[in-house]
């Protein structure tokens, strides 16, 4: 094995930390993601043989904010970076749930004890500095090798949280829970409700965002009884579909609509790839779009001659999509670009089959992101098995969105929504009066726009003389 590469940025922090007489340890994620072959990000440094004042002492010179030194936290910047450089501690639970905790930092403990307050074993491993060697106490690099997340003590079942991370790591790196940890996270179900709103959100976004298989946190979800945090989701659970356009999870334990939707999610991650898509405010809307996509089917599904069928479920998606954005703490911003992709996630099909006129694009691109929109039905229809589907380049759902972006490019509405040619101050320049009838007559002449009545400001004025004032 190599050494763990420490960057150079870090390298004066470790110099000082053993001048003082301390012994450094690089821990946590970064070391986890080496052993992976990715490049280490997170760097956290845990601190033995110093106390916290000696401690303190040490990084005299360093620009250290000390707001968590009550818990043996320090953040040290270095080079536009900031490392957490922590004392080894001792937690003990003092209430329910995620910060019910005091945390007293112990300088006397050895790696092997401190480690064994961390979640799984492939994150309780550590790059000893001074022996310029793994310390891996609890088998976390064997672990690693096969996949497996195991908790490193019972101290795993006094954090709720980790429930999530488990699912989080699943979906992120393709691991299974151990029988014996995934037993202690169902037996956790009765604290998972004490869980802060950020805390999930921040989960939910490793989840989302730096997943090649999001599905496997949703199963690992279901799978430790936490999927019950969130009603909208395990509605999902159970729910048939028509096996024409859904031959997927026909005979799955969980239903259709579930496997259906995780095979929507994970090729909404194969979408925002193939498009080069690197924003992740972009990225988190076409994600969330695809996961919420079918959340009005529970309630409007039916067995009707002979098919089950989801009548008007776009529009029936879009409470429940909204109620579970704001369960998971999503931002505001985020939830409203999301709830109207849930509502026209078909539209983009139904167009193209109608062969659609530049009217009835222009007015869907003023609803939604048809940019977004296009990636969320290009997932959706590649989340099945169809034979269709599975042929990709050949099928009517490529061909749909690739039409309808072709045809928004232009009318200029690819990228943004149409906006209003006349505005009020136009009318106000030409003696009408403000108030509600200066209103009517400019949503009038947005409604002539989008029906291509004119296309710019001088024909807005000329369509408005032509026409006169609105009812």
Known sequence: MTGFPTPSFLQPLLHRLVDAGARPFI???????????QEPKDLDVEVYGLDASALEQALQGFRVDAVGRAFGVLKVTLGGHT???TLPRRDSKSAPGHRGFIVTPDAAMDFADAALRRDFTVNAMGWDVCANALADPHGGQSDLRHGVLRHVSPAFAEDPLRVLRGCQFAARFGWQLAPE???LCQSLAGELHTLPTERLWAEWLKLLLKSPRPSAGLDALQQTGALALFPELAALLYVPQDSEWHPEGQDHPLGSLWVHNGM??????????DDAVTDDDERLCVLLGALCHDFGKPSTTAHADG????LNHEEAGAEPTRRFLERIGCPARVAEAVVPLVQHHLKPFQLWQAQAGPAAIRRLAVKVSLTRLSRVARADFLGRTTPEALSQADSRGIAATRWLMERAQALDVAASAPRPLLQGRHLLALGHAPGP??????AAAFDAQLDGAFHDVDGALDWLRRTGPAA
């Open 307 to 310: 098919r089950w069928r989801s």
């Open 437 to 442: 009838a200066l209103g009517r007559q400019l």
């Open 83 to 85: 490392v957490d450089v």
């Open 264 to 273: 929507v999610l994970d090729a909404a991650v194969r979408v925002l790839a």
């Open 27 to 37: 821990v946590g994620g970064a070391v986890r993601d080496w052993l992976l072959g």
């Open 181 to 183: 940890t995934l037993a």
